[in-house]
Each structure stands twice: as structure tokens, then as C-alpha cells.
């Protein structure tokens, strides 16, 4: 499931980096469309069927409309598609319109709007669609990369967790304890699904400058088992991890992460000072951690780290943790997204200047920061048991005066 595809409507860029120095600025269609109206964020995932696979595509409106309405939503964006066989190339096997009418369109909230196409399959085992969104209020497009896998090879392929209506499957990988779902593939084959839940807690990353973070422990216990039907109605009212199998002795399956009824935003004070680990030291963890009023003790920590002062308290609070709900929002896969190296990077620097994706990597580009002129870092996809989507940052020690920089901005409350 591509969750981080994202805040940054993503565009096809062949060329990638792999170290840390800069390298000569290319064009960047990556960032949304953004206009003085309008800008659309597109999110996908696939479904393999027997002669075919379904694409459902999420699109968030941001901009000047307080609420985009359907009919607006069909006359303002086009979309096409056109399928080529790899990153690397540029041949086009197939190439088609994406026709909507408002009955396509199933509107959610924060303007966000679902709806799907089929592609008939090809006599290839995996391709490249590119979906190209035509803005006609702005003359501009986006396109937004989705790999296809023609054939099937893990049960994620075809199974999918859905909403309660058993209409659309989820995009993003996380869902709350209050969400009421299903997991059911398109051609609805009634069977038994066994479900394992884990509540480990999962580390969160890193330093970029350290060694890379231990993921999936090789023995990771389970806290409860138990079976659902497919294509029935179900809550997972425990927060954690569960993983869905066609029966345990698979390798693969489908997995989702479930957070409290408020998740991806934490207001609870436990879960507010566990981020925090990114911009404190130690011993100020060690006291947040042990303290037996915690609500006054983070109000402490960040006053202290602004010398007192309300206002930029205050600034620093909102930004640091609108960034840890976003983070939460777009990398949560089988533990929460503030807790991945995509996470880590996101709440420290904010969004990338430009994305580079390949096939088995992605490249975050930040530019004209105060701290550095240009700085890359590089995401290798590392799938594990639970997910393909696993992405790992290289680490290099050369980041540390890029790096410490910026957190300090964090402890000083300029961040904003």
C-alpha cells in the first residue's frame, strides 16, 4: 500500500541519488499542484481480479474551497493513465482516459474524494501505470506513479482491508479502535481468516547518523489469536498491530495498524512525549518518562526550551505535533509513522523540496534551508513479513552537521 504518495502528488523521476552530497537541482512536479485555488493530493492502491486489476484512488482537494462539491470535483480535474513496463522506460504499452461522472465519486470528509478504474491485465508480470491529473482551473497536471503486479504473489495482492460497506479498501495503512471493517477481496470468496494481534511496542528510529533500526524482531510475540469471516463487519478494538493470514503458516499477508480513537493526532500526555525523542536529550526523556504529573511536566519541557516564552511554547507545540500526526497519516505501516525512518526525517525537516522514487528507492531532496544548500536522503525498500512497504534511510555520519542544526532550531522554538 503506497501511503506516502502522499503530500506530494508523485511524479515519474528516473535519475536517483544514493549519497548524501547534493546533486544539480532537477524540475519539481513532485509538490502538489498548488494555485492560488487549488491543489489536489493524490493517494492509490491496486487490487489483482481475475482478468484485471482495480485502481482506487483517493484525492485530497486543498486550496480556497472550504468544500469541493462532485460536480466541481469532474469539471475541474481529467485524468488519464498510461502504462509503461518499468522506471526505467519510457515505451507505452497501454495508454487510456479516466471517464468520471459524480456517481463515480464517493465524497469523504477533509474534501477527500474515492473513487476506482479497472486495467485489463497484460501479458507481463508487473508495469508502471502513470496517473496524470489535468488541473483545468490551473492548466497544470500531476502525475502520481503506481506500480501493477499482474499476477499475484502474496495475499496483499488481491485481499485488502475495507471500510464497513465493503465498498472501498483502505489507502492509508492505519485505521482507530472505533472504525468498524472488513477484509475481503473483489470477488468476494467467502473464507476464514486467521488474525493475530501484536501489541509490542516497536522502537522508533534511529539518529540518521547511527546504525540502521532493528524493524521486525525475528521473535516477535503475538497477544491474542483469533478468526474473522471475510466480507463481514468487524472491530479491533485493541491498539497495535494485526496481521491477517489465510492460515499461520504463510509467510505473507495483509496487516493494518489500529490507534485509539483520536490516532493519527495523540493528545494524551504519554503519547505527546514519546516523539519527542527526535529533539531531547536524555535525561529530559528520563524525566518526562517518570514523572507523576505529566501534563505539567511536558508544559515545562517546552517552556524551557523557548526560555520561557508562551508564544513560541505555544508555536512549537502546534507545529511539532502537526507534524507527528502527518507522519502519522502517511507512514504508518506495521507500527505507527512517527516511529519510521520517513516519520523521523518528516517531524525534523517537514516535507521534502522534491521526491525522486525508482522501483526499490526513494530520494527525499530538502533545498535553500539556512542550515545546508542542498541535502539528499535516501529510503531503501526493506519488505518484511507484514508489509513490502518498509522503507530503511541510509545512514551517514556526514549528516550530523546538517542535522543537529535543525534540532536545535526545534529547542530554540523558531521552527514553525
Known amino acids: 500500500m503506497k501511503l506516502y504518495y502522499f ?64 460536480q ?29 461522472t459524480v456517481d463515480d465519486l464517493t465524497k469523504l470528509e477533509d474534501n477527500r474524494f474515492l473513487f476506482s478504474f479497472t486495467v485489463p491485465k497484460l501479458q507481463v508480470p508487473t508495469a508502471l501505470l502513470l496517473l496524470e491529473i489535468n488541473n483545468l482551473t490551473a492548466s497544470k497536471k ?43 477481496d473483489l470477488n468476494h470468496t467467502k473464507r476464514s481468516m486467521v488474525v493475530t494481534h501484536y501489541s509490542h511496542d516497536f522502537e522508533p528510529a534511529p539518529s540518521p547518523m547511527g546504525s540502521a533500526a532493528k524493524n521486525v524482531p525475528k521473535t516477535l510475540e503475538p497477544d491474542t489469536l483469533f478468526t474473522v469471516s471475510t466480507n463481514q463487519s468487524f472491530t479491533l478494538p485493541k491498539p497495535g498491530l494485526y496481521f491477517f493470514q489465510e492460515d499461520t503458516s504463510q509467510n505473507s499477508g495483509v496487516s493494518i495498524w489500529i490507534g485509539d480513537k483520536r ?41 524551557r526550551l523557548t526560555s520561557n516564552s508562551e508564544t513560541r511554547a505555544k508555536r512549537s507545540i502546534r507545529a511539532y505535533y502537526r507534524r507527528v500526526a502527518t507522519a502519522n497519516r502517511l507512514f504508518s505501516s506495521y507500527k505507527e509513522g512517527w516511529k519510521t525512518d520517513m516519520g523521523m526525517i518528516y517531524i525534523v525537516l517537514g516535507q521534502p523540496d522534491q521526491v525522486t522514487r525508482l522501483k526499490d528507492k526513494e530520494v527525499w531532496t530538502y ?47 523558531v521552527v514553525e
Not at 515519474?12 to 544514493?18: D, F, I
Not at 493528545?267 to 516523539?275: A, G, Y
Request: include cysteine; proline fraction near 8%.
Open 263 to 303: 490516532y493519527p493526532r495523540y493528545t494524551h500526555p504519554q503519547d505527546l512525549v514519546e516523539p519527542l525523542i527526535y529533539i531531547s536529550t536524555k535525561n529530559e526523556l528520563k524525566e518526562l518518562q517518570t514523572t507523576t504529573i505529566p501534563k505539567k511536566t511536558l508544559d515545562t519541557y517546552w517552556l
Open 72 to 100: 466541481r470535483f469532474v469539471s475541474d480535474f481529467i485524468f488519464n493513465y498510461a502504462i509503461l513496463p518499468d522506471y526505467s522506460s519510457r515505451d507505452i504499452l497501454q495508454r487510456k482516459n479516466v471517464r468520471l
Open 367 to 413: 533545498t535553500q534551508n539556512a542550515n545546508f544548500s542542498e541535502i539528499n536522503f535516501t529510503f531503501m525498500r526493506r519488505p518484511n513479513a507484514f508489509t513490502e512497504e518498509a522503507y530503511e534511510l541510509v545512514r551517514y555520519v556526514e549528516y550530523e552537521p546538517i542535522w543537529y542544526p535543525v534540532v536545535e532550531e526545534w529547542r530554540k522554538g
Open 142 to 184: 500531476v502525475l502520481h506513479d503506481v506500480p501493477l503486479k499482474f499476477t499475484s504473489t502474496r495475499l496483499s495482492d488481491t485481499y485488502g482491508i475495507f471500510d464497513q460497506y465493503g465498498e472501498y479498501p483502505m489507502i492509508r495503512n492505519f485505521a482507530t479502535q472505533t472504525d468498524t471493517l472488513q477484509i475481503a
Open 7 to 70: 503530500f506530494l502528488g508523485a511524479a515519474l523521476l528516473v535519475a536517483g541519488c544514493s549519497r548524501p552530497p547534493a546533486s544539480k537541482p532537477v524540475s519539481n512536479p513532485n509538490k502538489p499542484i498548488v494555485t492560488e485555488e487549488i491543489s489536489l493530493i493524490p493517494k492509490t492502491k491496486t487490487l489483482v481480479q481475475d482478468t484485471a486489476i482495480r485502481v482506487f484512488v483517493e484525492a485530497q482537494i486543498l486550496g480556497n474551497y472550504q468544500s469541493m462539491t462532485p
